[in-house]
Structure formats: C-alpha cells, structure tokens
C-alpha cells in the first residue's frame, strides 16, 4: 500500500518508508507490553470492521461521509471503542485538537449498523509523533446527547449553505485555501461567478452521483433514519 518512492525521505518531519516500519513497529511492542489486551476487532459482513464508510443523504442534495479506522470490543466487558488512527509531526500533542472532534462523532453511525443498542462509546486515539518515534494515547467518551446535538449542527450548517446561496455570497475561508499541504484547485478563480469556473450539474447528473456513492459506501443512511434511531435511544 505504500504509494511513493520506496526512497522518498521527508527529513523535516521524520517520515519515509523506512520510519514507517519503525512506527509498527514500535506499536507491536506496545502490544507485546499489554496494550489493547482483551480487545478485539469486531466484525461487519462477516469482515474485519476496518476502513469502514458511511454515508448520510439529506434532502436538495446533500451529503456527510466518512471513515471509521477500526472498531473494537472488549472480550470481557463488550465495551465498544473506536480507533482512530493519527500521525502528526508535532513536538506535543494537545487533547482539544481531538476531544470535540465532530468526525468522531459521526462514527456512531457505523455502530448503529453493528450495535443497534448501544447508548454510548469509547473514541481511542493512537497518535503517532513521527519526530519522537513514539505513540501518544487519548481516549474521549462519546454520547447519544452528543449526537443530538452534532444532528442539529448538521442541518443548521445545511442550512447556512443554503442562505448563502440564495444570496449569491460564498464566503473565502482564508485557512482553508491551503490545506492538508495543498493549495485548493479554485484558489484565485473563487471570485469569478460559478458558471464561470464550473458547469452546473443536470438533476440526472446528481442523481447518479447519489447513486454510485450509495454503492461505494457500506453503511449508508438518510437523515430521517438517523433521526429516527436517535429517537428511539432516547
């Protein structure tokens, strides 16, 4: 799986091929040392519930999709955790650029698929800091309530795309012109009208869109479902 040069060396921030292998590693001793004893994955489809996706449809078009890395139960408790996986090159790892993650709320969803009944999860973050070589490990419990409240926030950001629309305004945020080291394809055209930069989508042109990502995610659910499961664990 890994897709640069074999050779490639990011001396800066400690990263090539060869301190990946370090970085598992450093996580088999962990392991060997008692780590994540009595936990095991769990299974969807009769598959390892790894790299799992999920879809959200909203009415007009609109759609939340994620990953899970990994879910996890406890042997002797039936305890669930999800594992999220992070490498950062960052000297310290501070908790709040995690704790109130919305992705990791989202990733109730999938459990909703594999544990209808659950009222609550673990979210566990092994976070791997490439200049140390080393592991750091948070963990964050997440609630129904929480997810309550990112539903709302959902529809009300659905919402506010909507105002803008029918404005005719599309804010620039400024942090997001470059991001994940990258800058965004539209930088220095965002300003021109939109059927300058792009053509619009035909209705049937969405619809296979919602139609092919339907299919290449595994759980997939509608924001009336969703609302309804909330519901019905509370």
Known sequence: MWEPD??????????SFWSAMAAVDRFISMCSSGFMRDWKLAYYD??????????????DGFTYKGYVDAV??????????????????????????YKNSAQAIGYSIVLDALFPTLSSY??????????????DVMQFEKSYLDRA????????DIETIKMYE?????????????????ECPYFGLCGLPTDVIT??????????????????FQVVVSIDDLINAQLQKE
């Open 6 to 15: 074999l050779l490639a060396d990011n001396p800066k921030q400690n990263k």
């Open 46 to 59: 009769s598959k390892p519930a790894t790299e799992l996706s999920f879809l959200i449809t909203f009415p």
């Open 72 to 97: 996890l139960q406890n042997e002797l408790t039936d305890e669930v955790m999800v594992l999220e996986c992070k490498t950062t090159s960052a000297n310290l790892v501070s908790a709040a650029a």
């Open 122 to 135: 673990t979210v566990q973050y092994l976070i791997y800091k490439t200049k140390q070589s080393d592991y």
């Open 149 to 156: 409240l990112w539903i709302r926030s959902l529809l009300l």
């Open 166 to 182: 029918s404005a005719s305004i599309y804010p620039m945020r400024g942090q997001s012109c470059n991001d994940f080291y990258r």
């Open 199 to 216: 053509e619009k989508l035909t209705e049937s042109e969405e619809q296979e869109i919602v139609r092919r990502m339907k299919e290449d």
